[in-house]
């Protein structure tokens, strides 16, 4: 079956360290994205990437990093420059940039 | 600039009573717009979408209808289950290339 596939589905990390959540889908989709999920903020835009090699910041790049070697993959890293990283994060990927998405089933991260 | 406003939850509903959850939108062009469900502790799933003005997007008993006069796409069902008690994401697709804009979500618990 075709998806896409986060992990882990919990996450904790120390104070000051960086931390790679992993985005991984067979779903031959050239865009992917990853989203913050806080209570009563909805989804804030991190990164997305429309193309292998290249990214964009979204709303709320700040403190986080990520890479687009692979088609497939679409890697995230929390450094320890993200102030408050708790929360719950979501990878999705589309078609195109301008089709509908399709979501993995998140990673919550936190920070202890 | 591209956001979304729905209204704020929670809505409490007894079991076969009638759902809307109000959504409104500002865009530039001529956005896609759709709604995505949440259940507990997973990813989002696309629920409805329509693609231009007039369209009425449809499935598991929810509908709404793109209103570009009004600029809103409500979501309705005219017999809630127990089983749709989820968090209800509105959403839109700018024109171009630029990624999805959701609103805060509106969580809907419906009681027996």
């Known amino acids: 079956d075709g998806g896409i596939t986060q992990s882990p589905k919990y996450l904790f990390r120390k104070e000051g360290q960086n931390v790679t959540l992993s985005c991984e889908q067979n779903l031959n989709h050239d865009a992917m994205y990853w989203y913050r999920q806080d209570p009563g903020q909805g989804l804030r835009l991190i990164y997305y990437?429309?193309?292998?090699?290249?990214?964009q910041k979204g709303d709320i790049a700040e403190g986080y990093s990520v890479s687009r070697e692979k088609k497939e993959s679409f890697p995230l890293t929390v450094t320890s420059a993200q102030k408050n990283p708790t929360a719950f994060y979501l990878c999705a990927s589309s078609m195109k940039a301008n089709y509908g998405y399709t979501f993995g089933s998140g990673t919550r991260l936190t920070v202890v | 600039g591209n956001s979304v406003t729905q209204m704020e939850g929670p809505v409490t509903l007894s079991e076969e009573a009638f759902l809307t959850i109000n959504c409104t939108y500002t865009a530039t062009g001529y956005p896609s717009l759709f709604w995505y469900v949440q259940y507990p502790g997973e990813g989002l799933q696309l629920l409805l979408k329509a693609t231009k003005a007039d369209d009425k997007g449809s499935n598991k008993g929810f509908e709404a209808t793109y209103r570009k006069e009004t600029t809103s796409f409500h979501l309705e069902k005219g017999s809630v289950q127990v089983s749709d008690s989820a968090v209800y994401f509105c959403a839109l697709l700018p024109s171009g290339n630029t990624p999805l804009v959701f609103g805060k979500g509106t969580r809907l618990s419906v009681i027996a």
């Open positions: 990437s429309q193309i292998v090699n290249d990214f």
